[in-house]
């Protein structure tokens, strides 16, 4: 925003004209699809059509949150439950980028061709959430662990 200052002492105040042209553009102007979701689809197509693993890489990683949570509630019976909240809870920021692709969607379908980038990225924090809920240990009570508090300082 600074720049647009600096920009209208060089060239006077129709800077400021043509920073609301432009971001009229880019909130409903150009070639696009006015549809809610429209950027995500956009994005999801560019991603699925020019790259040989984004299917596989999506149908992998799916399988595995599976086997992650499945894991989890196996290891923890029925408090394992919460996993799924807590997988939710970690996972919230992968809902940054279809977002992203909301608010932002003209500049999204307009160049898909790299913002479709942030959707690999947005399965890795799911696959991260995945693997940090299964990793997880159950609460131990105190009333239930024989070591003393020295014990468990000294030997973990």
Do not use: K
Request: net charge positive.
């Amino acid at each position: 925003m600074f720049r647009w200052f600096i920009g209208a002492l060089g060239q006077g105040l129709s800077v400021f004209s043509r920073v609301q042209e432009v971001s009229q553009f880019r909130l409903d102007g150009g070639d696009v699809s006015h549809a809610f979701g429209a950027g995500v689809a956009a994005n999801w197509t560019y991603w699925t059509e020019h790259s040989v693993t984004a299917v596989p890489v999506v149908v992998a990683s799916a399988a595995l949150l599976v086997v992650l949570l499945g894991l989890t509630v196996v290891r923890h019976g029925a408090s394992g439950l919460a996993a799924f909240a807590a997988f939710a809870a970690i996972g919230l920021p992968a809902l940054v980028v279809p977002a992203w692709y909301c608010v932002l969607s003209n500049h999204s379908q307009i160049h898909a061709f790299f913002v479709y980038r942030s959707l690999p990225a947005a399965v890795g924090v799911l696959l991260l959430a995945g693997v940090v809920v299964s990793g997880r240990r159950s609460p131990v009570r105190a009333s239930e662990d024989p070591r003393t508090a020295g014990d468990l300082l000294r030997h973990g």
